[in-house]
């Protein structure tokens, strides 16, 4: 194995290739990143093309002085890969890229295969949606963080539509919201990460703060992993997948999201896991085995986002009276500009403890905030640590 | 805080650089190297200014571009690190490199400091160590890895006497050699790290492999523990420092070498602690407070050694079966030539149960071979992998 001679091309700089790269680093490997932000994260540990992601001209370039494609976003152009394909693995493949990006097929082929979901229909017009009230309408295309998806719950909600091509699904009554990451090699070889409990904050509907292991039965934990798995065997997938479920409180589990990457929800891996789902979605990518998903420690993950007014260039304030916490481990992600709820980075808590856990989590959140300098309305700015 | 505004410079660019530098830039730092190779390992995670150590202009041009000045080596142009103080910070001093640099000077000042250390003396001329025999000669500057060190048993031995400057230092009947890595802060902060015991190949004089934690009694641990925060009291020192002690058979804790940066016997400390030695340095360099250098599982480390007929480009066979074997954590510095026993890599292996991890680290030493295509004798370089 010569890993200097062997370069990993990844579709998309921002953090998730970024830690990606930093583990492929770790072996050797020479990187190169396709993002259209110049210095973007991935820069700092990878070499960068700067371009769009629909640029098929860039993609190939990126193809051409590559070893193997993957990617850290889902919105990629299709056509380009599979005609990369031909020549060039790209993982996943553009066939389960394609199954995923089509919400309402994800839903079908995952139904297909006996993977449980909510209940869903197809719609031809927005106004079918009146009579399913209330329902959750979906675009098929193009969401991301919550983006794309209205929960309509009466007839007063109708205004929020969408007015994209889209499908509608059940509205659950959720008791939790659960992540469990997936890596699966090109064999059909599965590790199975533990099940996270995504704590929602519901103003911006991003994620609070992330707890593992999910506080729940033994038997839940071991059916909402086997259910990860079933739903990344249906759509073929081989790389690492972030697999959204909800456990409704009539005890269903349902899968409501296949991610075809290393996923926010799996960030904790890096420092509570054997394997970290970076260093996991390298080894696929390089035709390396998997490597164990074991579960070393307790752990809570919490987003670094934008503050509320924030604009500009970021300051990370209170970092350094975190650092005095044991078991902190901050990332900042080097993004050059902040907008409010933009993920600049994250920090996970370690503790044999899982209440001293989330309490050292809570005292993060409440310490660091991230602020811009081009706020509109500066709250004494002070650039501490 | 603005991570991306604030530049870390290192002296030297080899792996110690690199692993430094990827915890930099988890924290959104910008890293700046300097080092005479093109390509350096740390050059796939920072920006490298290639130059030499001894060229005072590129220091400066380093100096100027950085906000804090550091080094992952010992031999530095010490007149030109006492210039950009006056504007800069250093870390380590420029006063501690300069203690550590001369090992004479070194010795004197930890047994002022009443530090245990080998009985030495100083020599005006070589043939004085006649009358010391048994002894071993060190050479004052410049030895590295066994370089500079020459075992003197008997007359015979004499004609391995080394030709420069040098001193004399007692010839220790040895029972355990130890690492100890402590970091210090600007406020006399320590973090002292678990024992490590080297286990040495004789041949090579170097490392075969590093037990953690040490296998001896808490005693005797906390005893060594307390003499490597005392030898970086004695030199002042801010930073990150490697302790090389020594257990003698008649039971006293000796220091051999200090060593002002991250050290090799530290890199377990990755995987296996709160806090890795490389993320402390970098949070001491960046005026951050110590993290917990808490060990969090038994581990072994070995080095990844350029195989004895090595030469040209290197190739790692046996990796991918190594990969196989649970917590197997491999590095490859990504070094663009390789030489008999040069550091190429190194492999880190967890396990909860210590007589496990050595079995593991033995099945991987088994396993994995770093050869090169330009090998004198090459033995079925297949480049598997």
């Known amino acids: 194995m010569r890993p200097e001679d062997f370069t990993i091309g990844i579709l998309g700089g921002g953090q998730l290739a970024k830690m ?38 860039k993609i190939f370039e990126l193809a051409e002085r590559s070893d ?13 890969l599979k005609k990369i394909e031909k020549e060039k693995p790209v993982i996943p493949s553009s066939k389960t890229l394609e199954i995923i990006q089509d919400k309402l097929i994800q839903k079908k082929v995952l139904k297909k295969a006996k993977v449980p979901v909510p209940e869903f229909w197809g719609l031809n017009s927005i106004e079918e949606l009146e009579e399913l009230l209330p329902v959750v309408q979906k675009a098929r295309k193009g969401g991301y963080d919550g983006r794309g998806v209205a929960v309509l719950r009466d007839e007063k909600d109708l205004d929020k539509a969408l007015p994209v091509p889209s499908y509608a699904e059940e509205l659950v009554d959720i008791d939790k919201e659960l992540g469990v990451i997936v890596a699966r090699d090109a064999d059909g070889n599965t590790e199975v990460y533990p099940v996270v409990e995504m704590v929602f904050d519901w ?13 729940m039965d033994n038997e839940i934990t071991r059916g909402a992993q086997e259910i990860a798995v079933k739903a990344v065997e249906a759509v073929d ?11 409704s409180k009539d005890g269903r589990l349902l899968v409501n999201e296949l991610a075809p990457r290393p996923h926010n929800s799996g960030h904790y891996t890096i420092e509570a896991c054997t ?9 696929v990518v390089a035709d390396l085995p998997l490597g164990s998903a074991e579960l070393l420690t307790p752990a809570v993950m919490i ?8 604009r500009g260039r970021p300051a990370y304030l209170g970092i ?13 992600y080097g993004k050059k500009r902040v907008f409010p709820f ?40 002070n650039n501490g640590k």
Not at 303 to 310: M, Y
Not at 320 to 332: D, F, M, Q
């Open 20 to 57: 990606s790269a930093q583990e492929a680093r770790k072996l050797g490997f020479s990187v190169l990143v396709l993002d259209p932000t110049p210095g973007c994260p991935a820069s700092m540990v990878a070499e960068q093309i700067a371009g769009s992601f629909q640029d098929e001209n």
């Open 303 to 310: 987003n670094l986002l934008g503050s509320r007014e924030s």
């Open 237 to 247: 997938g081989v790389g690492v997948f972030g697999v959204e479920m909800f456990l």
């Open 342 to 381: 933009r993920k600049m980075g994250h920090v996970t808590v370690v503790d044999r403890s899982p209440e001293r856990a989330i309490e050292k989590a809570r005292r993060v959140k409440s310490l660091i905030k991230v602020v811009g300098d081009e706020s509109e309305a500066p709250r004494g700015n």
């Open 68 to 80: 193997v494609l993957t990617y850290d976003i889902e919105n990629v152009n299709i056509k380009a």
């Open 203 to 215: 103003r911006a509907n991003l994620l609070d703060m992330l707890i593992i292991p999910a506080r």
């Open 275 to 283: 394997t970290s789902q970076f260093e996991q979605h390298i080894r």
């Open 320 to 332: 350094r009276e975190a650092l005095t916490i044991p078991g902190v481990y901050v990332h900042i």
